[in-house]
């Protein structure tokens, strides 16, 4: 028989998160944005919880091609543009709306020869230094773009860098307003982050918000706040089970490098999974575990196939008992990704996307349909 650690991806729990985005913004259209292959999550898996967006946004040429072969039929928003001059070929083609943020990406506009001119996203650099025009070249990148017949409506786009901290956005709203006054088109400019913690202003929802990492059931600005805080639902599910029980007595070490010395006699369960399957290998000792869905913490270094776990408040537990690595545990129970993220110094965006291929995946929604 196979190992027994599989992931669940839950498209139902995504789309109640992509609703809460939309309580929270009602007077936006909102992107559910989907690079990174859902987040790790698979598009074609978490297919059905994207249905109540109003456009979807990625990276890749190829899937803008997946959805629209799954049948989207809604706006389509390539976030980094486009990477040479052919991409314009398929863009035409899709019906794709692309981001601008370079003079090299308007040469190649200019060049391109289309009988449906294409809708932009004019990007500006508004503080995060990334991609975009800054303010002093923002005007002149708006002119030149409309002025070519190969575009038909430029909207306007910038990223915040702190709208998960104490900084703030409010210092790139006001360059963004002031550099992009009178200049007409829609505007684009919250993130997950600034979803949650900024929409109350008009001016930070403006036209198009779009929502990340929230979709999948992830607070951006763990651990000031978490996702029982902001309402959201994991939408990936971690589990293995224990394959051996050890007794230890103290002196007792676990693992490679002996990180872990046991202080007292406890019981220790271990469990299939390992830095092979995504799990990360720099969590410490402590990094929360559910074991038959009661919170316990890990012990010593993860191995490739393997990590130990204390079943101190677990007596109980034994071979074949549920571990839930992260997401929805038995009996309704949860453990946010952000909180083993955390314990391995790391973010729940990584570990998502590191969810390796050796991984069983299927898809179940918490609530069972008719």
Same mark, same amino acid.
């Given at each position: ?197 900024? &929409?109350?202003?008009?001016? =930070?929802?403006? !036209?198009? %918000? @779009?929502? *990340?990492?929230?979709?999948?059931? $992830? ?64 969590? &410490?000792?402590?990094?929360? =575990?559910?074991? !038959?869905? %009661? @919170?316990? *913490?890990?012990?010593?270094?993860? $191995? ?67």
């Amino acid at each position: 028989m196979p190992r027994p650690i599989e992931a669940l991806v839950h498209p139902d729990a995504l789309a109640r998160n992509l609703a809460s985005a939309r309580r929270r913004t009602p007077d936006a259209r909102l992107w559910a944005v989907i690079k990174a292959n859902a987040y790790g999550h698979g598009i074609e898996r978490i297919w059905p919880g994207l249905l109540g967006a109003d456009g979807l946004a990625m990276l890749d040429l190829d899937e803008a091609q997946r959805v629209r072969d799954l049948g989207w039929r809604g706006p389509v928003l390539l976030l980094e543009g486009c990477f040479e001059p052919r991409d314009l070929e398929l863009c035409s083609r899709l019906n794709l709306w692309h981001v601008v943020h370079c003079d090299e990406q308007i040469d190649w506009l200019a060049a391109h020869k289309t009988h449906q001119p294409h809708r932009v996203f004019l990007k500006m650099n508004s503080g995060m230094n990334r991609l975009g025009f800054t303010a002093a070249h923002l005007r002149s990148a708006w002119a030149r773009l409309d002025a070519l017949p190969q575009v038909d409506e430029i909207s306007l786009v910038t990223h915040f860098s702190d709208a998960d901290g104490p900084r703030g956005v409010s210092h790139q709203v006001e360059a963004f307003v002031q550099a992009t006054r009178d200049l007409p088109g829609e505007r684009s400019l919250s993130n997950s982050a600034a979803i949650l913690r900024h &929409a109350a202003a008009a001016d =930070v929802r403006a !036209d198009w %918000v @779009r929502s *990340g990492i929230l979709s999948y059931g $992830s607070a951006p600005d763990f651990p000031e706040h978490d996702i029982h805080h902001w309402g959201l639902v994991p939408a990936m599910t971690l589990r293995s089970r224990l394959i051996a029980v050890q007794q230890l007595q103290p002196g007792d070490s676990v693992g490679y490098g002996s990180r872990f010395v046991a202080e007292r006699a406890m019981r220790i369960g271990i469990v299939a999974c390992g830095y092979a399957d995504g799990y990360p290998r720099l969590a &410490a000792s402590g990094t929360p =575990v559910l074991v !038959d869905g %009661v @919170r316990t *913490g890990t012990v010593g270094r993860v $191995s490739m196939d393997m990590l130990a776990v204390d079943l101190t408040p677990v007596p109980a537990a034994g071979f074949g008992s549920e571990v839930t690595l992260w997401g929805h545990g038995p009996r309704g129970t949860q453990l946010s990704i952000d909180e083993v993220a955390h314990g391995a110094g790391t973010i729940g965006y990584e570990l998502m996307c590191a969810l390796a291929q050796r991984v069983p995946v299927r898809v179940v929604d918490l609530t069972p349909q008719d």
